[in-house]
């Protein structure tokens, strides 16, 4: 379960969020930033509308024809002289990769920011075989060097710390003695990890695009380490998401316009690195050897399914940017390193129902994420489904649940039986009520009436005002 | 102009008053109202929750409630939005699908009717009072209504208006959310009423029942001064609030 993080109880890890109110002031006040920036960018770029309607064209035309592109990509790499590795699970793919730093006796990686590494877990393969593995992207870093606190937000990873905490990490791991000035977090990172780049044998980079037209990869940052890590080091691996491909350059256009409004609200990030294979005996950077490891992981089962769109994603995080429920909760509520309401759609299509059947029920479906997912996924009716599937296929709903809406179903299917129990209800809660209001409902009502009141069922009812109005009684 | 009114179950037990003012704008303008007697739910805690089977005998009790409807008008954008989702409900069964694509076409949230259908931006209310308005979700996100319950409230007299902060933050109502998550619905609930305190306002006034519910009892458990109030209460009003 390489995607799990933190404890195992859904409900303990959501009360560990909403109890930690530095996580809640730090990720409130990064929600708001990103919001505002992402709207202003989207503005600029003139119709957003139609962007997101090619966005979503693009992603449901790759994914029909995934095999096609996946081949051609492996053959563009394979001409240049690339390695091109097909990995179905998680073990296969950190294998691979093992292997291939084994046989270079590397001792010390560099890697760039990658989701798809952060699910297979590849860090912890890796290190457990005694190879040091250096996280250069910033947010990355600080997690490693806190003891390896995990991602809570796909993009900014470690959003759920302020710059006092990172003051405070970098000050009892790594002897800092500045301020929490951001330049000044910065600028000490960088210094530190320079000297990590040089030594590094290889570089693991993930991947945001991969161009099946010419097997070149687009890698967007904000720093500029995915630029060191594929050129520094002689031998590089690239790991990337099999879903993760666009067909040309032109697409790849479309889409790095998307991902980087959608995500900070950056005209462009600051940097998009795109590389092409090993190096040539014409070029002067780039690596001696290069890998492409593409990792399936449980995406081909949800390829043609009614899941598909969860593959459309360009983890931009907009969506988590807006969710009021990631906002009050944290992205470790989620136990798993893809949160927000991306992640309660996808992490249960990755890892199961088992163990993360709480997550699609962890959204009021308000639906603001669907409103700004650049490739138009339909988030908040994705999670429908899942309940429908938790529900009527898996059956794993509780029993008090399954009767209460079975009840329900019955009465609101007949007017017989729900005019009927509409007259009684005042009647019933007659012994709960107070004032006009209910502040201590019984058994259904309870966990509503925790929190607030609940208005008394009228005894004339609405119908029987219109009944008497016409009559005029 | 015939038209009969989908209540919502919340409407019909809860907020008698929000459906009686339905009655007599639509009334005002020239509205033939009638109400199906037998209605009941729209079935969209079942259907939100999963339980797409157990909610197909409530959406046929109300496709056929009102299949003769010429126009079907809800003072709830999330219950109208409901309807609209029949069609979905029941893809692959063409006889309900087909029925559930008719209900869809002449089904409308009471404001949008108004606006929309009616033609009306000036309901001739009179309220006086400082209010704020809660967009809710469905009728926003899903319905698409955004700017008719503004355009109405923004004619009623003596009403002073004042922009909710955040406005198109979810209430931590969702249905079945608000007791199944409790604590999170809790946590947003408090942030939604924050912010209609910044506002100062004595009113707080939405177009959904279910969101009312939330933010209302909310309100009263906190024992705070805010009056929630539905639109359909404060645009039939005649100025003696
Ligand atoms: S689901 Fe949409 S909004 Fe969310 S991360 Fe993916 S692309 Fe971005």
């Known amino acids: ?217 687009a890698l967007v940052t904000n720093e500029g380490n995915a630029r060191m890590v594929s050129t520094l080091p002689k031998t590089q691996i690239t790991v990337m998401g099999m879903e993760r491909i666009v067909p040309t350059w032109e697409e790849l256009d479309v889409m790095v316009s998307l991902l980087t409004r959608a995500a900070v609200g950056q005209k462009l990030t600051s940097y998009v690195t795109a590389l092409t294979g090993p190096k040539d005996e014409t070029e002067v950077d780039g690596p001696e050897e290069f890998h492409l490891v593409i990792v399936d992981n449980g995406r081909s089962k949800i390829l043609g399914t009614e899941f598909q769109e969860a593959l459309h994603c360009i983890r931009c995080a907009a969506c988590i940017n ?85 009840g329900f179903g019955i009465m609101a299917g007949s007017s017989r039986l729900f005019n009927t129990a509409t007259r009684m209800a005042p009647y019933l809660v007659t012994p709960y009520a107070k004032d006009n209001a209910i502040s201590k409902g019984p058994g259904p009502v309870k966990p509503w009436t925790d929190i607030r009141d609940l208005p008394v069922p009228q005894k004339e009812r609405f119908r029987d005002w219109f009944k008497s109005r016409k009559t005029g009684g | 102009m015939k038209v009969s009114l989908f209540i919502t179950c919340i409407g019909d037990i809860f907020y008698v008053n929000a459906g009686k003012a339905s009655v007599e704008l639509l009334e005002r303008f020239g509205c033939e109202v009638d109400f199906p007697v037998t209605q009941t739910c729209c079935g969209q805690p079942a259907y939100n929750s999963g339980y797409h089977e157990k909610t197909k005998a409530a959406a046929i009790n109300m496709i056929n409630s009102f299949e003769h409807a010429e126009y079907v008008v809800c003072p709830s954008g999330s219950c109208a939005y409901m309807f609209h989702e029949y069609e979905s409900l029941f893809k692959g069964d063409s006889k309900w699908e087909e029925k559930a694509g008719k209900l869809k076409q002449k089904t409308f949230e009471l404001t949008q009717f108004l606006t929309e259908i009616l033609g009306v931006e000036d309901t001739g209310a009179e309220f006086h009072g400082k209010a704020t308005y809660h967009s809710s979700c469905h009728m926003t996100r899903l319905l698409g209504v955004t700017e008719a319950p503004f355009k109405l409230l923004r004619n009623v007299k003596g009403l002073e208006l004042i922009d909710l902060p955040n406005r198109h933050d979810c209430c931590g109502f969702g249905g079945t959310f608000a007791v199944k998550m409790s604590s999170i619905s809790e946590q947003m609930v408090d942030e939604k009423i924050e912010h209609v305190e910044e506002t100062k306002a004595n009113f707080l006034i939405g177009a959904d029942g279910g969101c009312l519910m939330n933010i209302g009892g909310r309100i009263q458990r906190n024992e705070k001064s805010i009056k929630v109030m539905h639109i359909a209460e404060v645009l039939n009003s005649r100025g003696e609030a």
């Not at chain 1, 996580?23 to 003139?46: C, F, H, I, P, Y």
């Not at chain 1, 492996?74 to 292997?99: I, L, P």
């Not at chain 1, 457990?128 to 997690?143: F, P, S």
């Open chain 1, 1 to 217: 379960m390489p995607m799990h993080i933190g404890e195992k109880e859904f409900s303990s890890r959501v009360n560990k969020g909403l109890e930690d109110d530095f996580m809640r002031g730090a990720v409130r006040s990064a929600q708001g930033r990103l919001q505002t920036n992402r709207a202003k960018a989207a503005d600029e770029l003139g119709d957003w509308e139609e962007w997101r309607y090619l966005g979503q064209e693009i992603r449901q035309h790759t994914m029909e024809n995934l095999d096609f592109y996946l081949k051609q990509l492996s053959e563009k790499v394979a001409e240049r002289g690339g390695h091109v590795y097909f990995a179905e699970t998680a073990e296969d793919a950190n294998n691979y990769v093992k292997q291939v730093i084994n046989k270079k006796n590397a001792k010390k990686v560099a890697k760039s920011k990658s989701m798809v590494t952060e699910e297979i877990a590849l860090n912890d393969a890796l290190e457990e075989q005694g190879c040091e593995v250096v996280e250069t992207d910033l947010g990355e870093y600080i997690l490693q060097i806190d003891d390896h606190d995990p991602p809570s937000h796909i993009v900014a990873p470690a959003l759920h710390k302020n710059k006092e905490q990172i003051r405070d990490v970098f000050k009892d791991k790594l002897g800092y003695t500045n301020t929490e000035k951001p330049e000044e977090l910065t600028l000490f990172a960088r210094e530190q990890l320079r000297k990590e780049f040089l030594a590094a044998d290889v570089g693991i980079t993930g991947c945001n695009f991969a161009v099946a037209e010419s097997g070149s990869f």
């Open chain 1, 322 to 406: 807006v969710c009021p429920v990631y906002r009050h909760v944290g992205g470790h509520a989620y136990g798993s390193i893809y949160p927000g309401p991306i992640g309660a759609v996808l992490t249960p299509l990755l890892g199961g129902y088992e163990d993360y059947k709480e997550l699609p029920y962890a959204s009021s479906l308000c639906g603001a994420c669907t409103e700004v997912c650049p490739v138009k996924i339909p988030l908040h009716e994705q999670l429908i489904l899942h309940r429908k599937k938790i529900v009527e296929d898996e059956k794993k709903s509780g029993f008090g649940e399954n009767v209460a809406m079975s």
